[in-house]
């Protein structure tokens, strides 16, 4: 089963407005500003009806339009499987370009979306999602990243990174290890969808999470790294997933309000750059 079918008829619509949102987050995750787009398709024209690809595009115009990028054309061919993203250009000033590799000893770590997008995919894939938690998931993967880097670039951050498919363990440890530094993530304080523990004591889990489990468990330290569920939650590989935002603890505060006031009320301040083992993730 793919992820349109998963999600309901009529749901190519959706899909593209996920892939356009993904797209585009990377330049707002460097303080950019994205101007044009570029459509790349592959598509089974032998299984699925033009209308699919249709709705697949329109999502990912309304999209594009929402972030005030111009979609300046793009690229097909015809393929077994079912793809699509775009090709993003953006602009930064050179002096303000915001990498992975700037943390500080310090900052404070924020976090723009809650976690568990893998997860529930792989529920709603097997149809275990309930109609009200699948539109709230949707929600979530096709809320745009646009005014959460817009706050980040106006105030300054020292790193940044959107959450993608290493999870929150991956992308804190490259954010680490690029910055020379060690980070404390607080886990109570990460935000979490709903039932995500549930399903994932079922089994019901992407299986490149458990990938994610076996390559970054040794530059895990603590306790809490036995904790199966805590692991599953912050390996789980994100579809469209929020920002990771390394900022000086005296702007942190006000940071997280204009983020939170800018549509994001899930986002939290989860930890700390800390004096420890450089490019370890320490849980507490």
């Known amino acids: 089963m793919d992820f349109i079918t998963a999600i309901g008829d009529g749901e ?19 303080g950019g500003r994205p101007i044009t787009a570029m459509s790349i398709v592959c598509f089974p ?20 339009n929402e972030a005030g990028v111009a979609l300046v054309g793009g690229h097909s061919v015809r393929d077994n499987e079912l793809k699509f993203g775009l090709s993003v250009t953006g602009i930064v000033h050179p002096d303000r370009v915001i990498t992975n590799k700037g943390s500080r000893l310090g900052d404070r770590l924020i976090l723009t979306k809650p976690l568990g997008s893998g997860i529930l995919n792989t529920a709603m894939k097997a149809g275990m999602l309930e109609e009200s938690l699948k539109q709230k ?20 951050a020292s790193a940044a990174t959107d959450i993608t498919g290493f999870g929150l363990i991956g992308h804190t440890w490259e954010m680490a290890s690029g910055s020379g530094v060690a980070i404390e993530l607080e886990v109570e ?7 995500v523990v549930e399903f994932s004591r079922m ?25 199966e569920d805590w692991m599953s ?13 390394s900022v000086p603890e005296e702007k942190a505060e006000e940071m997280l309000s204009q983020i939170q006031g800018s549509g994001s009320p899930e986002a939290a301040i989860i930890g700390r750059v800390i004096d420890g083992h450089k490019g370890h993730v320490y849980l507490r």
């Open 12 to 30: 190519p619509y959706t899909f593209g407005q996920i892939a356009a949102a993904n797209s585009l987050s990377d330049v707002w995750a460097m």
């Open 189 to 195: 304080k990460v935000p979490v969808q709903e039932k």
């Open 233 to 245: 939650i912050l390996n789980d590989p994100q579809t469209s997933g929020g920002m990771l935002i």
């Open 203 to 227: 089994g019901i889990v992407p299986g490149k999470l458990h990938d994610n489990i076996s390559y970054y468990e040794c530059k895990i330290e603590g306790e809490l790294k036995k904790s």
């Open 137 to 156: 998931t949707v929600g979530y993967m096709a809320r745009l990243n646009k005014a959460a880097g817009e706050v980040m670039a106006k105030m300054g």
């Open 45 to 64: 024209s032998d299984k699925l009806d033009i209308t699919v690809l249709r709705s697949i595009i329109l999502g990912a115009l309304d999209k594009v």
